[in-house]
Every structure is written in structure tokens, then in C-alpha cells.
């Protein structure tokens, strides 16, 4: 969310904005908008003016007949239209929701996911001296992944991750979170069934409320019931990341510059509905319903500067886990035409399957810049005491499923074994995964 003097005053920025993020939104109607709600406030406030002085000029009326007389024209001040104006502030409030932050000038222009622009690269694909299986394959032969069974119990996207592959999973996880304490990133596990606020706040839902025809997030069907007993009529979701979560935890409170900023990392399960993506990549575990993720994320002063090396430093964190994972990988610089309305500047991480021949994101970091702390009302006091919203950024430490992909995929041998890396074999307890009957 913007501030609405802001988009005022930068309405050209910020329709220009608007067509770079190919964001279906007329921002003159918006502007024409606020000047019919403004009309119509000051409409009421000049009423309830008159209204009270009349009523003052009662109070004091010296006789019956001065009484009257202000009681009728009390009656014939005309009444504005609040009927009219619940309207507008409807309207106004649908389309302030889609209003974008304005991209970094370090974004690059485009129209998808082909204009984003490779910064950085490390490693290189790997090669290999007889044909690479694919995770699939792999992971049948190893008994560490059942999808016919997770299909049979969980439906469309179903898995069972067994036996080593368990272990390389949570290895995957306490490695990713063990490395962020080490970073500075304080640990959480935070709710993964939350209120609508938390989506809304964080971006999750594209508009005001939650719309399954394309928000790629579970609402939960099943009425919570209140401390009372009493059964609740607010909806709950299951998040599809840590972060909303984790911003939502600083909700309507306001920091201390002195705090600032605040790193946090969180571990949790994450539910994608994947409804913009039904008929891509249905088998395998490349796109699935449930994975696990260490998420992290950052509240700070609102310096466009700090935030960004901030951000920097995030992603490199994920870079540096990549390299002692020993996973190829390469870091995307995302273009405004893949960019969701409220980032300012965006990364991904792309890590080299093998088996699947292809680059696979395993991570995506964003800086928001204050748009999520306006619709989560997160403030700081500076120095000099002044209240400002903070700055808002996440980034993907390491994801379950595609760095599991990554590490089957990479790490194979020609028997058809995986190679457990390094850094994870204290967490698995053994060098190679074999089949159990070897």
C-alpha cells in the first residue's frame, strides 16, 4: 500500500509503474476517487459543524419561539450523502490495494520471467560420464520418495518423503537454520494457519480479500471456535511461506529506530494451491502442494540504501549455502513484468538439476520498501522522534523440495546412489544414500 499524497504527487512515476508491472489498474479514476471522498468528508464535517453550532444556539435560545425557529433550520441544512460516500471509499480502498510500489531504477524493464537478467553465476552444470537419472528415477530406486502412495492418501501433487530422504530433508533444514543463527537472523517457528490480515498485509492476497480464482493460498473451511466456545466467523489460511507470519508478528507496533534492524528467520510448513499452474510440471516433486522452507526476514529504517544492502546481504546468504551445498546456481535480477505490485527490488536463485536438464528457482528475495508496513501498520521512532513506517524485506534462505532435487540430481553416481554433501552428513549420518537392501 502507498501513501495516497505520494501517489498525488508522483501520479506519472507511478502509472509508469503501473504498465511495467502489466497491472490492470486505472490510476486516474483512483485520483478522481479521492477527490469525490475528500468532497464528501468535508461535505460531513461542514454538516456536523452547522449542526452543532445550531444545536449550541438551541441550548441558548431565549425563548420558545427563537427554539423553533433553529430547530427548522437545523432541519433544512441539506444532509450529505453517506450512502454515496461508503461507496466510494469501497472503491477507493479495491483499487488502492493494487496500487505498485515503484520498481528500483536497478530493475530491468520486461515483459516476464524471459526479461529477468542473470547478475551472478557460480559453478558450472554439471557433467556427467553416463546418462543423469532425474529425481524420480532416483529416488524410486532409493525408496526416499513415494509419490503414488502420497498421490493415493494427499491427491494431485502428493508425496511421502522415507527413510535417508527424510534425513537429507531436515538435514536440508537445520543446516539452512543453524547457518542463519549463525548469520544473525534470530529463529522462529511461527503459525502456519493465520487471520487474512497477515496475506493481506504481506501481499499474498491480490486484492483486498481473499479470492480463490487466483490467490495460490488454502483457506480453511473448518469454523475455529473463540475463547468463549462460541464458533468464529473469521476465515483462516494456511500460509504458503514463513513471512506472512513472521512480518505479521510486528503488527500495529511501533519499533525503535535503536532495534533496527530486526532479522528473524522462520521454519515452517508451507501449503501452495499452485491453481496458476495446474497442467506444469505434474510429476515429481519439482511443484508440490506442501514442502518445508527457512525463511528470512528483515524490519528496517526506511533508507532506501540500507534496505538494499540489506537485501544484498540476504541473498548472499543463500549464494554462500549454495557453494558449500556445491549446487551450480545463478542469481536473477527480476524485471518488472515478473515483479508483484508491492516490490521495489527482487532476486531470485536459480540452482542446476541435472536429471530434469534445467535451472529450478530455490529462492527469491524482495525488498518492499514500506509498502507491507502500511498495510501491517509497522512503524519505528527515529532519533529525533518522529514515527515512520519501516521498511520490509524476505528472502528465501533454502526450500525443501527443489534443493532436494538439486542434491539427488547433482550428487548421483552411476550405480544410481546419491553422494550426501558434505555439510549434511553429520545431519544424515553417512556419506552415500544406497538402497537398504545393499
Not at 548469520?183 to 517457528?189: A, C, E, L, V
Request: glycine share 8%; aromatic share 10%; hydrophobic share 35%.
Amino acid at each position: 500500500m502507498l501513501d495516497i499524497k505520494f501517489i498525488r504527487e508522483r501520479a506519472d512515476e507511478v502509472k509508469e509503474a503501473i504498465k511495467n508491472k502489466r497491472i490492470s489498474l486505472d490510476l486516474d479514476e483512483l485520483l478522481r476517487l479521492d477527490q469525490e471522498r475528500i468532497s464528501l468528508l468535508r461535505e460531513i464535517e461542514t454538516f456536523n459543524q452547522q449542526k452543532n453550532a445550531i444545536n449550541d444556539e438551541i441550548a441558548k435560545a431565549k425563548g420558545e419561539k427563537e427554539r423553533k425557529e433553529l430547530i427548522e433550520k437545523g432541519r433544512a441544512l441539506r444532509e450529505p450523502d453517506a450512502e454515496r460516500l461508503s461507496e466510494v471509499r469501497e472503491k477507493f480502498d479495491e483499487l488502492m490495494a493494487k496500487v505498485p510500489t515503484i520498481p528500483s531504477p536497478d530493475t530491468p524493464i520486461g515483459r516476464g520471467e524471459e526479461d529477468n537478467k542473470e547478475i551472478f553465476h557460480w559453478g558450472e552444470p554439471k557433467t556427467f560420464d553416463f546418462e543423469p537419472k532425474n529425481h524420480i528415477e532416483l529416488s524410486k530406486r532409493l525408496d526416499i520418495l513415494d509419490f503414488d502412495r502420497g498421490t493415493k492418501v494427499g491427491g494431485f501433487r502428493g508425496y511421502y518423503v522415507k527413510n535417508d530422504g527424510v534425513l537429507l530433508t531436515m538435514g536440508i533444514m537445520m543446516y539452512a537454520l543453524r547457518k542463519m543463527v549463525q548469520k544473525g537472523f534470530n529463529p522462529m517457528i511461527p503459525p502456519t494457519l493465520v487471520k487474512g490480515f497477515a496475506l493481506f498485509g504481506s501481499g499474498y492476497f491480490k486484492g483486498l480479500t481473499y479470492d480463490p480464482a487466483v490467490d495460490e493460498i488454502y483457506q480453511v473451511a473448518t469454523s475455529d471456535k473463540e475463547a468463549t466456545g462460541e464458533f468464529s466467523g473469521e476465515k483462516k489460511f494456511l500460509v504458503g511461506t514463513a513471512e506472512p507470519s513472521l512480518l505479521a508478528y510486528f503488527a500495529n507496533e511501533t519499533l525503535s529506530v535503536r532495534d533496527l534492524p530486526i532479522k528473524v528467520c522462520g521454519y515452517s510448513q508451507c501449503y501452495r494451491s499452485e491453481i496458476g499452474s495446474y497442467s506444469r510440471d505434474v510429476k515429481g516433486l519439482y511443484r508440490v502442494h506442501e514442502f518445508m522452507k527457512v525463511e528470512q526476514v528483515a524490519v528496517a529504517e526506511a533508507d532506501v540504501e540500507k534496505a538494499n544492502k540489506l537485501q544484498d546481504e540476504m541473498t548472499n546468504i543463500s549464494g554462500e549455502m549454495h557453494e558449500e551445498l556445491g549446487l551450480p546456481y545463478r542469481r536473477l535480477q527480476i524485471c518488472t513484468g515478473d515483479m508483484s505490485p508491492g516490490k521495489y527490488r527482487a532476486f531470485d536463485i536459480e540452482a542446476w538439476l541435472p536429471g530434469m536438464n534445467r535451472w529450478a528457482e530455490t529462492g527469491s528475495a524482495s525488498n518492499f520498501l514500506d509498502w507491507q508496513a502500511r498495510r501491517l501498520n509497522v512503524r519505528y521512532t527515529d532519533a529525533e522522534g518522529e514515527k515512520k513506517f519501516a521498511y520490509m524485506l524476505n528472502n528465501t534462505a533454502l526450500p525443501s523440495p527443489r534443493v532436494l532435487i538439486a542434491i539427488i540430481e547433482n550428487y548421483q553416481t552411476k550405480e544410481g546412489n546419491i553422494v550426501v554433501p558434505e555439510v549434511l552428513r553429520e545431519f544424515v549420518g553417512k556419506e552415500v544414500i544406497e538402497p537398504s537392501d545393499k
